[in-house]
């Protein structure tokens, strides 16, 4: 299977956003979002176990985005309220074969991912 992100787009301060990508659909992986602004490397942003639905979120967006996973579509989203322009970054959907960990090198990435571009 090959994740790729999509729902990215320009929005501006103070709005919503919601990305999507397809999910594993085995029991043992995790999904996690991360995300990449220009000039700084890739962080992770929030992760979501296939099979129990547990969450982990970092500082920066705890609060603000969530994590979530359709099992019966294959999907997984991330919500992201209350944009800010720091938030502006490729956002990446990486796939573990096990629980969620922070370790971005731990994750298998695919495609070029999807910009989200806030503006003040």
């Known amino acids: 299977v090959q994740l790729q992100a999509s729902g990215g787009g320009l929005v501006q301060a103070g709005d919503s956003l919601s990305l999507s990508c397809v999910g594993p659909?085995?029991?043992?992986?995790?999904v996690g979002w991360f995300r990449q602004a220009p000039g700084k490397q890739r962080e992770f942003v929030a992760g979501?176990?296939?099979?129990?639905?547990?969450?982990v979120y970092a500082d920066s967006v705890k609060g603000r985005c969530t994590i979530s996973r359709d099992k019966a579509k294959r999907m997984v989203y991330l919500q992201m309220n209350s944009l800010q322009p720091e938030d502006k970054a490729v956002y990446y959907c990486?796939?573990?074969?096990?629980?969620?960990?922070?370790?971005?090198?731990?994750?298998?990435?695919w495609g070029q991912g999807t910009q989200v571009t806030v503006s003040s």
């Open positions: 990486g796939l573990r074969n096990g629980e969620i960990t922070l370790k971005i090198s731990e994750y298998c990435f």
């Open positions: 979501i176990t296939w099979n129990w639905g547990t969450t």
């Open positions: 659909g085995r029991t043992n992986h995790a």
